[in-house]
């Protein structure tokens, strides 16, 4: 585990601009249930991890770590993925054209159908709670968003980027991430994000971007043995 403090993302944030995102209990911080799925320890190389089966109740949750996160005895893992975690190193964003619009509690319900269709990665009801939500619709119907997830003091990520199939191939994506990052660089911060490994067309697109590859993590989500 390195030092970095992307190293261990869902812990340096929840110490840190999300504490008040989150719960905990013994070593263990997550965010509640509702807004995300992440759950985080201060070493992931220890399998001490008292507090852990309270926090993960009878559902799931999942570990973003560099290298494999040690479990303890009373867990098991439910899916393991490698995830490819990127960092802007030159901003190069695309003209942004698109009429985006904030999105709110009342969106929620879209936003949560939007996820479900398009798959871009775990998402909880109240995501939008993590940070900048932006979408476009057609009509009253949301076809493409993004918005921010994790995050520490210096980095801010961007994550759900997801397009309606009906409205794909017309450089949405794109122009989301543009944004997205445009706002984060407003503010002083670093656009990060995170692509699963093997999605070599996302990973293509965002380097056009600026982003550079930084680490290789690996996305743990994980349950009560036997549940």
Not at 22 to 47: I, Q, T
Not at 189 to 216: C, Q, W
Request: with cysteine.
């Amino acid at each position: 585990m390195g030092d970095h403090p992307l190293s261990n993302p869902i812990w340096n944030g929840l110490t840190g601009p999300h504490e008040h995102l989150g719960v905990s209990a013994g070593k263990v911080r997550r965010y509640r249930p509702d807004v995300a799925v992440f759950v985080g320890v201060e070493n992931p190389a220890d399998a001490h991890m008292p507090g852990l089966l309270d926090l993960i109740g009878d559902g799931t949750c999942g570990f973003v770590t560099e290298g494999p996160v040690a479990l303890p005895p009373e867990v098991e893992p439910v899916r393991v993925a490698d995830v490819l975690q990127m960092i802007v190193a030159d901003w190069n964003p695309v003209p942004v054209e698109l009429d985006m619009i904030p999105l709110g509690d009342a969106d929620e319900p879209a936003m949560v159908e939007l996820v479900e269709l398009t798959k871009p990665g775990p998402f909880a009801p109240r995501a939008r709670l993590m940070g900048t939500f932006r979408g476009l619709f057609d009509n009253d119907r949301l076809i493409a968003m993004s918005g921010e997830r994790m995050r520490t003091p210096t980095f801010t990520e961007i994550s759900a980027v997801c397009t309606h199939p009906d409205y794909r191939n017309r450089g949405y994506a794109k122009q989301f991430v543009s944004q997205g990052g445009n706002e984060i660089v407003a503010d002083g911060k670093t656009p990060f994000l995170h692509v699963f490994a093997d999605n070599a067309l996302a990973i293509a697109t965002y380097e056009k971007l600026g982003f550079r590859p930084s680490r290789m993590m690996q996305f743990t989500v994980i349950r009560r043995r036997g549940g």
